[in-house]
């Protein structure tokens, strides 16, 4: 006894093909995060380098890939076997919804210009809290000019001289 006549297969499977399974493609896809490769830009940096990575963060709001406020861009290191999310600092002279968003963040190995490295961005997240947006987990030394003079933080707790490329301080 057959449960489906074999007439009907081909029409069934259209119905599936043409219909089901795209609405099951996007359903997933709506609502599973998205990462990508950071790529390494020009110069090579060391570890614990403050760099940063420019988002064409528009076009992620304009594709419905990511949220307006940026909460949901994250950025990620994978070593191998753990996922790390590193705090991430907003560019005082870049937006959220710009074509060049830009984050900073410290790296936590070497980059080798030019390459793709084991960081990752992280975004299409619509649950997405407050993500880690430390200053002092990005930078050594930091001056808020945007806030006037005299806000200079200096974490190096008066232990010495510390030598970043390319200067010394």
């Known amino acids: 006894r057959r449960v489906l006549p074999l007439e009907a297969i081909p029409g069934l499977n259209t119905f599936v093909l043409y219909f089901a399974l795209p609405c099951m493609l996007f359903r997933f896809g709506a609502t599973t995060p998205v990462m990508q490769y950071v790529t390494a830009g020009a110069v090579d940096s060391p570890t614990g380098y403050t760099t940063s990575v420019v988002v064409d963060h528009a076009a992620l709001v304009t594709s419905d890939l990511s949220l307006a406020s940026g909460n949901d861009l994250r950025l990620f290191r994978y ?26 963040f410290r790296t936590q190995e070497e980059i080798l210009a030019g390459t ?28 808020g000019f945007e806030s006037g003079l005299g806000s200079f933080t200096d974490r190096t707790d008066g232990t010495g001289w510390y030598t970043a490329q390319p200067w010394t301080r």
């Open 79 to 104: 070593d191998g076997s753990t996922w790390t999310e590193l705090d991430r600092v907003l560019d005082s002279a870049s937006a959220w919804n710009s074509a060049t968003t830009t984050l900073w």
């Open 116 to 143: 793709t490295v084991s960081y990752w961005l992280y975004y299409a997240d619509p649950a997405a809290g407050s993500p880690p947006a430390n200053p002092d987990n990005v930078w050594l030394l930091r001056e």
